[in-house]
Nanobody, 114 residues
């Protein structure tokens, strides 16, 4: 079973940037599509962005043009570069292996506030 560990969350002012990282264990990371989800207080978890094993990306409308998902298969890591952050981006961000029963990370909190 793949294990995922997120890092990079924190407190940032509106308009600022953060880069989240998700490191995976195991030897078959490069075979899987990966995704970032987020869950704000009192809201359902939602897809933020995903990336196929070949690097094709997809974004939620709310983050298009501001967030970029990428992956480094040699480092078994997926990234989420977040620019022009807004207070409504405040949430716990999770990475996920995009398959049935795929692993989830423990989450990293992003707070956008002045």
């Amino acid at each position: 079973q793949v294990q995922l560990v997120e890092s990079g969350g924190g407190l940032v002012q509106p308009g600022g940037s953060l880069r989240l990282s998700c490191a995976a264990s195991g030897n078959i990371f490069s075979l899987f599509a990966m995704a970032w989800y987020r869950q704000a207080p009192a809201k359902q978890r939602e897809l933020v962005a995903d990336i196929t094993s070949g690097g094709i990306t997809n974004y939620a409308d709310s983050v298009k043009g501001r967030f970029t998902i990428s992956r480094d298969n040699a480092k078994k890591t997926v990234y989420l570069q977040m620019n022009s952050l807004k207070p409504e981006d405040t949430a716990v961000y999770y990475c996920h292996v995009l398959r049935v029963g795929g692993a989830w990370g423990q989450g990293t909190l992003v707070t956008v506030s002045s």
